[in-house]
């Protein structure tokens, strides 16, 4: 016996990724419905061998539904959540709503499953931020060992983790760039994109920081350790997608950094690739259409008593969206629910 799911949200690229990776994965579905806006009802998404058309989220009955994953922004998401959760389907949202809830646990599976349980406050459960999701992942079996007094992150986000508007002006940029009469100035970015590095991802904040990067501290300190100072530079490159890091860790004990390697290789949702010669290392475009979160350039950081630095990629479509979700509904069926 299986699940009843829907995907609202399905004709994004995080819909779409949410349903490819429920088929990947052989989650027990026994009916799926995919739910979109009025703009793009009636448009057709694949599931596996199966094709289905979307139906329209403001009039779609939640009654009899088991688990919903959501993917539609958190305007639409203050709307229709509440709706879903009152009939009885869990919730799992992408949006940053109810991230900062402490009534609504946020999860991810390889770092903090067993919170999974305080969904029964509001019937909803968040997905953190793509940037927080992977580094978490790494972060996670290396404070099990040494413990992390302090986080420093730079990050080098693709253009998708702004939706298919960042895609198409890249895309678009680059051609202009090349053929005369084809240059577009900047709409969804603040500055051109194409050839260019933007430190500013999402509005500033009284001190400085960008809500990017807020995120990033509060979200870690939610989800893994409260006491874990983190400081956060977030940054858009112009790569289409997958997410980088360069991450530097203060542990309150010494850890080497041979240790941290084998930690990591052992680690839940990670693979290590650490070779120490031209190429032995992993980038954006080498982890695309990838479940798995990478880690790389693993070395001592000789000006702190006990550092270590990092290098993460991820698919941020994936393991930064649609993965971690589908995996937070893997984890609901197996220790909540137990339909399957």
């Not at 995907?7 to 989650?27: D, P, S, W």
Request: with cysteine; glycine share 8%; aromatic share 8%.
């Amino acid at each position: 016996m299986g699940y009843k799911i829907v995907v609202a949200g399905a004709t994004g690229n995080v819909g779409r990724e949410m349903l490819n990776i429920l088929a990947e994965r052989q989650f027990p579905v026994d009916e799926i419905a995919a739910l979109a806006s009025r703009r793009s009802l009636g448009t057709e998404v694949s599931f596996g061998d199966k094709t289905i058309v979307t139906k329209d989220i403001e009039t779609f009955d939640w009654t009899g539904w088991d688990m919903a994953l959501f993917a539609i922004g958190s305007d639409a998401t203050k709307i229709h959540a509440p709706k879903a959760a009152a009939a009885g389907c869990v919730v799992i949202d992408n949006s940053s709503l109810y991230r900062y809830d402490p009534a609504v646990p946020l999860i991810v599976p390889e770092v903090n499953a067993d919170a999974i349980h305080m969904y029964k406050n509001k019937n909803i459960i968040a997905n953190p931020n793509c940037s927080t999701a992977q580094m978490v992942v790494a972060l996670k079996p290396l404070h099990d060992r040494a413990r992390i007094k302090r986080v420093v992150v730079s990050t080098y986000q693709s253009v998708s983790g702004a939706g298919k508007e960042g895609i198409d002006e890249l895309w678009d940029q680059t051609k202009g760039i090349y053929v005369p009469g084809q240059e577009k100035e900047p709409k969804k970015f603040t500055k051109q994109i194409a050839f260019n590095v933007i430190p500013h991802i999402d509005v500033f904040l009284d001190d400085g920081s960008t809500k990017e990067e807020w995120k990033m501290v509060a979200e870690t300190k939610k989800i893994l350790d409260t006491k874990i100072k983190v400081t956060a530079t977030c940054v858009r490159v112009p790569v289409f997608v997958g997410h980088s890091e360069s991450i530097n860790i203060e542990f309150e004990d010494f850890l080497d950094e041979d240790e941290a390697r084998d930690i990591l290789r052992e680690a839940p949702g990670i693979l290590v690739v650490d070779k120490r010669e031209p190429g032995g290392y992993i980038t954006p475009i080498e982890c695309v259409g990838d479940y798995a979160t990478y880690i790389s350039r693993i070395r001592q950081d000789s000006t702190v008593e006990n550092g270590i630095n990092l290098w993460c990629v991820s698919d941020n479509l994936r393991k930064g969206a649609a993965l971690n979700a589908v995996q937070i509904a893997e984890v609901l069926g197996n220790k909540v629910l137990k339909k399957g």
